[in-house]
Nanobody
Framework: QVQLVESGGGLVQAGGSLRLSCAVSGSVFRLNAMGWYRQGPGKQRELVAVISSGGSINYADSVKGRFTISRDNAKNTVYLQMNSLKPEDTNVYFC?????????WGQGTQVTVSS
């Protein structure tokens, strides 16, 4: 059984920073890509950033230059450093892990950016 536990969300003023963490536990043999997605009310879940097992990274255009994704393979943990936050970054952020070819999701953590 695989579990993804997220932490680090909260309320911050525009221009501020937050760091999200997601630890993967359980049967994590062949942990491949890890990433962060976000979803607003009534909207589709969208990719924020993804990092492969080899370290290749892709970002959504809206967060390039502001967000940084990283991973610690020894801890099966992925991080998202979010700087220069904007009110439009307000969303529920979900961690994602690909184990072999199966996708797993965290429970989501709320990020709220006040103007």
């Amino acid at each position: 059984q695989v579990q993804l536990v997220e932490s680090g969300g909260g309320l911050v003023q525009a221009g501020g920073s937050l760091r999200l963490s997601c630890a993967v536990s359980g049967s994590v043999f062949r942990l491949n890509a890890m990433g962060w997605y976000r979803q607003g009310p009534g909207k589709q879940r969208e990719l924020v950033a993804v990092i492969s097992s080899g370290g290749s990274i892709n970002y959504a255009d809206s967060v390039k230059g502001r967000f940084t994704i990283s991973r610690d393979n020894a801890k099966n943990t992925v991080y998202l450093q979010m700087n220069s936050l904007k009110p439009e970054d307000t969303n529920v952020y979900f961690c994602n892990a690909v184990i072999y070819t199966d996708y797993y999701w965290g429970q989501g953590t709320q990020v709220t950016v006040s103007s």
